[in-house]
């Protein structure tokens, strides 16, 4: 493993973007301030004007990104006068018109929802994890991100029917048709788009720090060793705090000083080895 770099940087993720090289991240996983929200730090951008604030930000994620790379983005819209707000559909339809591709919804389950009662609602407990990419032809090793089967492929293999036993393999690919018997006697399977991880709960540093988990599943799935990883609303520096610990390089940016100070201190204390961290774009290595 070469010398990993992480930069942390404080400004507007509109204008440092600019300063990076086309074609040159190989995957890019953040979580923006959702609308109407975090008003005290981020300013809370309306819902009527969340799509036209958030396109600058992707037109330059989307130069940035490699061919092969992948785009996640964390985000959720809120329930507002009886009704969900449609601002997330907008702008996945916005971004689309951009030029990204559309490939795959996650959800991430919130294990830890907090419990309550709301007037015809039921509590919220997962939000969307958005993948995009610029091309068709685009990295992932699923292999990285597989499960072990668990005992339930015991009692199932009993119950197939003889047609799971002896279908033929799909010819489209979709893995439906395949020999069912053959799968469940696997100890490792594929996991599926749901995606459960525990909230971070009590965080007095950060208002809305995604878990860990999260990060580090796509990182996985998206990127090698010593690939770059891209996080242009870096919060407390979870995304870069992964990535480093995981051996990719990283660029985190945020706009709030308190922040990019804690995403430094948080990575510094790491015993991590390869670790060079630079608060300059262009600070040689």
């Known amino acids: 493993m070469h010398n990993i770099t992480t930069k942390i940087l404080l400004g507007d993720s509109r204008e440092i973007l600019k300063e990076i090289d086309n074609n040159s991240i190989d995957l890019i996983v953040t ?17 009527k004007e969340y799509v036209e604030w958030f396109l600058p930000v992707s037109e330059q994620l989307l130069r940035v990104l490699k061919p092969t790379g992948t785009f996640i983005l964390n985000i959720k819209e809120k329930a507002e006068n009886g009704e969900r707000n449609t601002y997330v559909l907008e702008l996945i339809l916005a971004l689309r018109k951009q030029g990204w591709l559309w490939t795959e919804e996650f959800i991430w389950h919130k294990k830890n929802s907090y419990p309550g009662k709301w007037p015809n609602r039921f509590r919220d407990s997962w939000e969307r994890v958005l993948q995009f990419n610029k091309t068709r032809n685009f990295n992932m090793y699923q292999e990285a ?13 009993k119950n197939l029917s003889k047609t799971d036993k002896i279908r033929d393999n799909s010819k489209s690919g979709s893995g439906f048709g395949k020999n069912i018997s053959n799968w469940l006697k696997r ?3 594929y996991p599926s788009n749901v995606l ?27 990127t090698k060793v010593n690939d770059f990883v891209l996080d242009p609303f870096l919060g ?6 992964v990535a480093q610990r995981m051996g990719r390089n990283s660029i985190g940016i945020d706009i709030i000083p308190e922040y990019v100070e804690m995403a430094k201190k948080k990575i510094a204390q790491k015993s991590y080895p390869y670790l060079t961290i630079t608060e300059s774009l262009y600070e040689k290595i």
């Not at 597989?146 to 293999?157: E, F, S």
């Open 236 to 241: 407390s520096g979870t995304t870069s705090e």
């Open 31 to 47: 979580s923006p301030p959702y609308a109407d929200r975090r008003k005290n730090t981020y300013g809370g951008i309306s819902t």
């Open 187 to 189: 100890s490792m399977v």
């Open 196 to 222: 459960q991880f525990a909230t971070v709960c009590n965080n007095q540093n950060h208002s809305a720090a995604f878990p860990k988990e999260l990060p580090e599943w796509f990182i996985k799935l998206f």
């Open 145 to 157: 991100v597989m499960v072990p089967v668990g005992d339930w492929a015991n009692n199932r293999l």
